[in-house]
Antibody
Framework: QVQLQESGPGLVKPSQTLSLTCTVS??????????WNWIRQPAGRGLEWIGR???????NYNPSLKSRVTISLDTSKNQFSLNLTSVTAADTAVYYC????????????????WGQGNLVTVSS | SYVLTQPPSVSVAPGKTATIPCGGN??????VRWYQQKPGQAPVLVIY???DRPSGIPERFSGSNSANTATLTISRVEAGDEADYYC???????????FGGGTKLTVL
């Protein structure tokens, strides 16, 4: 059974960098059919996709966050990470990591496994 | 940027059928996913590729997609279906995923 677990500080000061790591267990992050996502959700609001990374290290980012976001892989630890720079109170949210993938016909099958979420508060 | 529009809320009596629409410009040409999110929990994928259900999702959940509206249908609604539901597509113009604003399903 694949499991994802976010880790990182729960409090970040304004203007600093938010850094989170997602550890994947029960499966290899290097499997070619998958890609690895970050999604966030402010309290009481909807889901916002932040970005994704493939094992090839190819990335896609939400245009609204692209200038501040970097997603990277650490295959030796079966982890992927999120860095979000110059944070403000508007970045306060629960941050989720999730696995996306393709079936044998290369149809995208959605985000089938999610972490439990990591609440990050931006405050001085 | 591509916009997905969902009604904020839908109410349905137990045992009845709930329909949750997701509007978008020519959304019928895109592949739609639906997620269920209960309070304090991570979202769960209930429909992908417009109509397909992941293993473990009851047959009561079904999806359709045509023209400018995709629809999640939940038959024989149960109290446990009460949750927020989000649609999602890939925006090919700007290469990123987009979520709808979410619909809160209330079981009366």
């Amino acid at each position: 059974q694949v499991q994802l677990q976010e880790s990182g500080p729960g409090l970040v000061k304004p203007s600093q960098t938010l850094s989170l790591t997602c550890t994947v267990s029960g499966g290899s992050i290097t499997t070619g059919r998958y890609y690895w996502n970050w999604i966030r959700q402010p309290a009481g609001r909807g889901l916002e996709w932040i970005g994704r990374i493939y094992i090839s290290a190819e990335t896609n980012y939400n245009p609204s966050l692209k200038s501040r976001v970097t997603i990277s892989l650490d295959t030796s630890k079966n982890q992927f990470s999120l860095n979000l720079t110059s944070v403000t109170a508007a970045d306060t949210a629960v941050y989720y990591c999730a696995r996306g993938g393709y079936n044998s016909a290369w149809h995208d099958v959605g985000f089938d496994y999610w972490g439990q979420g990591n609440l990050v508060t931006v405050s001085s | 940027s591509y916009v997905l529009t969902q009604p904020p809320s839908v109410s349905v009596a137990p045992g009845k059928t709930a329909t949750i629409p997701c509007g978008g410009n020519n959304i019928g040409s895109k592949s739609v996913r639906w997620y269920q999110q209960k309070p304090g929990q991570a979202p769960v994928l209930v429909i992908y590729y417009d109509t397909d259900r992941p293993s473990g999702i009851p047959e009561r959940f079904s999806g359709s997609n045509s023209a400018n509206t995709a629809t999640l249908t939940i038959s024989r609604v149960e109290a446990g279906d009460e949750a927020d539901y989000y649609c999602q597509v890939w925006d090919t113009d700007s290469d990123h995923f987009v979520f709808g604003g979410g619909t809160k399903l209330t079981v009366l």
